[in-house]
């Protein structure tokens, strides 16, 4: 018994502690997952002693308030939500509703990651604005809610109401300020809080926040007689509300429901870290009715965590095809999104100025879908935290460094291992030539071993050669030889974004084929005729330009020529019978390959995008079909085989 009272202290100290960080200084130090999992574990404590200590976070909702803001006193408190992160207890919570009434219906909605606020209206005027504070008392942050563009100043009901809603910051306007900004701001939710709870309204101004509300805590009106109705009513007095929505009549519907939520997150321009689930008729409500923290009648399913904190223990100084030299942080493993994540990525050592972050840092990482894990800023500093140092040379070859821009870079081109790997690597991948059976690891035995030190060594190899290799068997020889081979014959577009020219990737490859629609005119095309193409600049442009005046490099393009590598002319078809239309394609085809697929789509006009969105007109669809499917499904996106696809080019 001693042990587990021990424990409950040691809880609540660091609960109480990150709790702090977050509700009164607007500064996380532990990711949400983090924290659900040591109050989870002081609930299961305070259950089996049946103690809660007086200071014990399960007691109230929210933080202290700062003494800077007026206290408001809410006329309704603002509750929290029961939180759950399995369907066999959403499943029960659903199943305990029924019990009492099987009739009862089902609001499901989003779960907004932002800072949530409660705005009263009399006389359709907006009166006063406030955060939720410990649920009973907030903060008057009237003059900065003001201020954010989605928060009506008036309202066309004249009666007394009270709504409530969360302010946050879109991905897009975070990425917008974190690009000028000397200081970056951590995340969407941090940022959206601690431009609410700023003393000078001007700064949450500058932020372009958004309110979007969810919720009517008291109004005069006694008609509104449900959730859906509440909708209504916001909706027509012109607050910020996002349609969408789903009124469910079972636990199955339910759960559809929140799956399709978690499906679409990832395409959505701000954050949310779960779906709340409703009762919706209001009348009906009463019969469950409050826990001291929370409603009986709703609960809010949280989604697997795409963000968390966790120890920086080194920083690995990579070197691409380019020279550019990327620091990758060695992070303490951590789930996130599905995955086991290692290794997060950092722009450049500005980057890691700005972000203040140090060796030894606990920091917040995030990945969302199969985006590439980024560190986000720092949660909290150590005892050992020391600043990670700036390095000189290329770790790969001991060049001394060049600082261009904002980067680093090795400038030893031609003589420095990792790049010469990573531009082989680069020109067999599928997108480029395709040289099936290439890998990172082949790539290394051939430069270490065979001596290929450049694209063009490729088609000088030999099945004597490649018998010297680790695992080449007859086999795996004669389908690599036979990819050689079949590569010799290639797209100019596919050409074009093999030899890796600098900001060069698939699509401006694609529109440089299209525009020239020869090797020698692409070849020989100056910065004006490059950047009159839609969508190129100077950037863009001189790298091109450049490519080309190195002699290293047209040297190797003349190799490849002598070796029979011959570059078809770009012919269009066309054909418009997809002009306009985006395709996003998942699972295996019966008898295209992808490659095969994108090309006649965009023979015919269309465009192929790697993700399921809104502007996506139609999936096309081969077995084994993963989550853009499901995607496909809850948007609403038709789903068309391989064979209508060709019957809509025929």
């Known amino acids: 018994m001693n042990d587990k009272l021990e424990r409950m202290k040691e809880l609540v100290e660091v609960i109480n502690y990150h709790n702090y960080n977050y509700y009164s200084l607007d500064n996380p130090t532990i990711s949400d997952a983090e924290w659900d999992k040591l109050y989870d574990e002081l609930l299961s404590l305070e259950s089996e002693t049946g103690i809660i200590l007086a200071n014990s976070p399960s007691k109230r909702v929210g933080g202290e308030i700062l003494s800077s803001f007026k206290k408001y006193n809410h006329e309704v408190n603002l509750y929290s939500l029961e939180k759950c992160n399995t369907y066999d207890r959403l499943k029960d919570w659903a199943e305990d509703i029924k019990k009492k009434n099987a ?9 907004y990651d932002g800072l949530t606020v409660s705005l009263t209206y009399e006389n359709g005027v907006l009166i006063n604005g406030a955060t939720r504070g410990n649920g009973s008392v907030g903060e008057d942050v009237t003059e900065q809610v003001k201020t954010i563009r989605t928060v009506p100043l008036t309202i066309d009901y004249k009666g007394k109401v009270i709504v409530q809603g969360e302010a946050i910051m879109k991905l897009s306007e975070l990425a917008k300020y974190n690009k000028n900004a000397t200081e970056p701001l951590k995340n969407a939710r941090n940022a959206a809080a601690g431009a609410v709870r700023n003393l000078d309204p001007k700064v949450t101004a500058s932020r372009n926040l958004d309110v979007i509300f969810y919720s009517v805590n008291y109004i005069d009106n006694t008609d509104i007689k449900n959730q859906v109705e509440i909708y209504n009513f916001l909706k027509q007095n012109k607050f910020n509300v996002i349609d969408k929505w789903q009124l469910c ?11 399709a939520i978690d499906d679409l997150r990832g395409s959505l321009d701000f954050l949310i870290d779960g779906a709340v689930i409703k009762v919706n008729d209001i009348a009906e409500r009463k019969l469950y009715g409050y826990t001291a923290k929370f409603p ?3 609960i809010a399913f949280k989604y697997a965590a795409e963000e968390m904190s966790t120890k920086l223990n080194s920083i690995t100084w990579q070197v691409g095809r380019t020279g550019k030299i990327t620091p990758i942080a060695e992070i303490e493993p951590v789930e996130l999104a599905g995955a086991t994540i290692k290794r997060a990525t950092l722009n450049n050592y500005n980057d890691i100025l700005r972000k203040k972050i140090k060796l030894n840092d606990y920091v917040f990482v995030r990945r969302s879908n199969e985006v590439i894990p980024e560190i986000l800023g720092v949660a909290r500093e150590t005892e050992d935290s020391m600043p990670i140092q700036k390095i000189e040379y290329c770790p790969s070859c001991g060049a001394k460094l060049v600082e261009i821009g904002a980067n680093l870079f090795c400038v030893n081109t031609y003589h420095c291992p990792e790049q010469i790997k990573d531009r082989i690597t680069h020109y067999a991948s599928r997108d480029a030539m395709n040289l099936v059976g290439i890998s990172d690891k082949t790539v290394a035995q051939l430069y270490s071993v065979l001596s290929v030190t450049n694209i063009a060594d490729l088609y000088k190899l030999t099945a004597e050669d490649l ?5 080449f068997k007859s086999k795996k020889i004669t389908n690599l030889l036979d990819a050689i081979k079949k590569s010799k014959d290639v797209e100019l577009s596919q050409f074009i974004y093999s030899l890796g020219i600098s900001n060069i990737g698939k699509k401006s490859a694609k529109l440089l084929a299209k ?7 692409f070849k020989n095309a100056t910065i004006e005729q490059i950047n009159n193409i839609f969508a190129f600049g100077d950037v863009m442009s001189e790298s091109i330009v450049e490519y080309f005046k190195n002699l290293n490099n047209v040297s190797i393009i003349d190799k490849l020529f002598e070796s029979g590598v011959k570059i078809k002319e770009y012919k269009s078809s066309n054909s418009q019978k997809l002009s306009s239309l985006v395709f996003v394609l998942t699972g295996t085809l019966p008898t295209l390959s992808r490659e095969e697929a994108t090309k006649i789509i965009e023979d015919n006009g269309g465009s192929v995008s790697s993700s399921v969105s ?12 993963g989550n853009k499917l499901d995607k496909a499904k809850s948007l609403g996106i038709k789903t068309i085989s391989e064979a209508e696809l060709l019957k809509m080019v025929s």
């Open 296 to 298: 009986k009648w709703a």
């Open 614 to 625: 809104k502007k996506t007109d139609f999936v096309l669809l081969g077995e084994n079909a």
């Open 467 to 471: 018998s010297k290799l680790e695992g």
């Open 249 to 259: 009549s079972s636990y199955e519907e339910i759960e559809d429901a929140v799956k």
């Open 103 to 111: 009739d009862a219906k089902f609001f499901v909605e989003y779960k």
């Open 515 to 521: 525009e020239f629609k020869t090797f020698d005119n």
